[in-house]
């Protein structure tokens, strides 16, 4: 059974989210507010997590840098707030998705689905991609640079990752915005462009493996 801990201050918000999810033989764990899922994480495991972004005594985002730091579990956050700002900042410490109230509960199951699906595929993969000093190991979602440990957020994972799987082919602003952050992201393209820049210079000296497509997008050059 997947388990799944929902966070939220307020209760009627997660007992919905715990009528649905159930119903889909998710068993769930609650907690009221960021302190207590961050304790709840370290005490037990958890396949994804529901957080809220205004909580007492710990916000969401600064519970998601603290269980990221414990366990690589996918975070979908729910927020009131829809700006692009909020979402890039939520990129940026781990989130993988948002949902602004109000929500649909079958939207909010579909979009836990979806994440599910994204890392269960993610994690299928086994190969191990050297090219000189560049090591992008898929297995254990790890980079190293000439022998030194890449320092990346999550989402810069998932976007190098993506366009390695796809080495070599054209990739457009509104296929990476669908495949890495979903579908129905409400972002533009300004969102890829900063990712590739936070992206390029993680990789440093090999920031000139992923190549600009003047009006179209971008591509992992073919590692030979």
């Known amino acids: 059974m997947q388990r799944l801990l929902v966070v939220d201050d307020e209760e009627r918000i997660r007992e919905v989210i715990r009528e649905y999810a159930e119903l889909y033989e998710f068993q769930v764990t609650e907690a009221s507010d960021g302190m207590e899922a961050v304790d709840c994480v370290k005490k037990n495991d958890f396949d994804i997590i529901v957080m809220d972004i205004m ?7 600064s519970a998601c840098k603290e269980i990221k730091k414990i366990k690589d579990i996918p975070v979908i956050m729910l927020s009131a707030r829809g700006e692009e700002y909020d979402k890039l900042y939520g990129f940026e410490v781990g989130v993988d998705d948002y949902v602004v109230k109000p929500f649909s509960p079958k939207e909010l199951m579909a ?3 979806a ?3 994204r890392v269960s ?5 086994e190969d191990v991609i050297t090219y000189q000093g560049l090591v992008i190991n898929f297995t254990a979602r790890e980079v190293t640079i000439d022998g030194q ?3 990346m957020t999550p989402k810069e994972y998932d976007l190098l990752f993506y366009l390695v799987r796809n080495m070599n082919i054209a990739l457009s602003r509104e296929k990476l915005l669908e495949e890495v952050w979903g579908f129905d992201f409400y972002g533009d393209d300004r969102t890829v462009d900063t990712h590739i820049k936070m992206l390029r ?4 000296p090999y920031r000139g493996l992923i190549v600009t497509l003047r009006g179209m997008g971008y591509k992992f050059e073919k590692i030979n």
Do not use: C, E, F, W
């Not at 909580?55 to 985002?61: E, I, N, R, V």
């Not at 210079?201 to 440093?204: Q, R, T, V």
């Open 111 to 113: 979009r836990i689905r």
């Open 201 to 204: 210079n993680s990789l440093g």
């Open 115 to 117: 994440v599910m699906a």
């Open 149 to 151: 440990k890449a320092q």
């Open 55 to 61: 909580m007492p005594k710990l916000d969401g985002y």
């Open 121 to 125: 595929a993610s994690k299928k993969t």
